[in-house]
Protein backbone atom coordinates (compact mmCIF):
# COMPACT_ATOMS: atom_id res chain seq x y z
CA UNK A 1 0.00 0.00 0.00
CA UNK A 2 1.56 3.58 -0.56
CA UNK A 3 2.14 6.13 2.07
CA UNK A 4 1.95 9.82 1.50
CA UNK A 5 4.91 11.68 3.34
CA UNK A 6 5.14 15.32 4.16
CA UNK A 7 8.27 17.45 3.24
CA UNK A 8 8.48 20.74 4.81
CA UNK A 9 11.12 23.45 5.57
CA UNK A 10 12.45 23.04 2.18
CA UNK A 11 14.57 25.74 0.18
CA UNK A 12 12.20 27.67 -2.90
CA UNK A 13 14.53 26.10 -5.16
CA UNK A 14 14.26 22.09 -4.42
CA UNK A 15 12.84 20.24 -7.66
CA UNK A 16 10.88 17.76 -7.82
CA UNK A 17 13.18 15.78 -9.59
CA UNK A 18 15.76 16.38 -6.87
CA UNK A 19 12.84 15.03 -4.25
CA UNK A 20 12.30 11.90 -6.35
CA UNK A 21 16.48 11.10 -6.76
CA UNK A 22 16.36 11.82 -3.08
CA UNK A 23 13.27 9.51 -1.86
CA UNK A 24 14.60 7.23 -4.71
CA UNK A 25 17.43 6.11 -1.90
CA UNK A 26 14.64 4.64 0.36
CA UNK A 27 12.73 2.59 -1.74
CA UNK A 28 10.09 2.87 -5.16
CA UNK A 29 8.70 6.80 -5.15
CA UNK A 30 4.56 6.91 -6.73
CA UNK A 31 4.96 10.42 -7.19
CA UNK A 32 6.28 13.52 -6.06
CA UNK A 33 4.22 16.75 -6.29
CA UNK A 34 5.73 20.69 -4.79
CA UNK A 35 3.42 22.91 -3.23
CA UNK A 36 2.98 25.84 -5.32
CA UNK A 37 1.29 29.18 -4.66
CA UNK A 38 -2.16 29.37 -6.84
CA UNK A 39 -1.12 33.08 -7.58
CA UNK A 40 2.05 33.73 -8.53
CA UNK A 41 3.50 29.32 -9.33
CA UNK A 42 6.02 30.20 -6.80
CA UNK A 43 7.19 27.16 -4.55
CA UNK A 44 5.30 27.22 -1.14
CA UNK A 45 8.46 25.58 0.33
CA UNK A 46 6.67 22.12 1.25
CA UNK A 47 5.85 19.02 -0.56
CA UNK A 48 4.46 15.50 -0.50
CA UNK A 49 5.83 12.66 -1.89
CA UNK A 50 3.85 9.40 -2.38
CA UNK A 51 6.33 6.20 -1.53
CA UNK A 52 5.46 2.37 -2.90
CA UNK A 53 5.38 0.88 0.64
CA UNK A 54 4.69 2.08 4.04
CA UNK A 55 8.06 0.70 5.07
CA UNK A 56 10.19 2.30 2.48
CA UNK A 57 8.38 5.53 3.80
CA UNK A 58 8.75 4.49 7.04
CA UNK A 59 13.15 4.10 6.34
CA UNK A 60 12.83 7.75 4.22
CA UNK A 61 11.14 9.04 7.43
CA UNK A 62 13.41 8.51 9.56
CA UNK A 63 16.77 9.02 7.35
CA UNK A 64 15.90 12.05 5.93
CA UNK A 65 13.50 14.21 8.99
CA UNK A 66 16.22 16.65 9.95
CA UNK A 67 18.49 16.64 7.14
CA UNK A 68 19.89 19.35 5.26
CA UNK A 69 18.63 19.99 1.95
CA UNK A 70 19.47 22.99 0.29
CA UNK A 71 20.57 24.77 3.16
CA UNK A 72 17.35 23.71 5.32
CA UNK A 73 17.03 21.21 7.61
CA UNK A 74 13.95 19.24 6.40
CA UNK A 75 10.92 18.38 8.60
CA UNK A 76 9.94 14.69 6.93
CA UNK A 77 6.70 13.39 8.64
CA UNK A 78 3.39 11.09 7.29
CA UNK A 79 0.90 12.96 5.89
CA UNK A 80 -2.54 13.93 7.86
CA UNK A 81 -5.56 13.85 5.91
CA UNK A 82 -6.72 17.18 4.64
CA UNK A 83 -8.99 18.55 6.80
CA UNK A 84 -11.54 21.25 4.62
CA UNK A 85 -10.78 24.37 5.24
CA UNK A 86 -12.56 26.65 6.99
CA UNK A 87 -12.86 29.48 4.23
CA UNK A 88 -15.05 27.54 2.71
CA UNK A 89 -17.32 26.42 5.06
CA UNK A 90 -20.28 28.92 4.35
CA UNK A 91 -19.86 28.68 1.03
CA UNK A 92 -23.21 26.27 1.03
CA UNK A 93 -24.59 27.29 4.42
CA UNK A 94 -28.80 27.71 3.77
CA UNK A 95 -28.68 30.12 7.09
CA UNK A 96 -27.57 32.88 4.17
CA UNK A 97 -24.11 33.07 3.42
CA UNK A 98 -20.86 34.99 5.29
CA UNK A 99 -21.08 37.39 8.36
CA UNK A 100 -24.06 35.56 10.47
Known amino acids: MTQKIYVGNMSYGTT ?11 GEV ?9 YTGRPRGFAFVEMAT ?3 AQTAISALNGQEVGGRQLTVNKARSS ?3 RGDR ?6 G ?3 R
Not at 30 to 38: E, H
Not at 90 to 95: A, E, H, I, P
Open 30 to 38: VSVSVVTDR
Open 83 to 85: KPR
Open 16 to 26: ESELQELFAAY
Open 97 to 99: GYG
Open 54 to 56: DEA
Open 90 to 95: NRNDRR
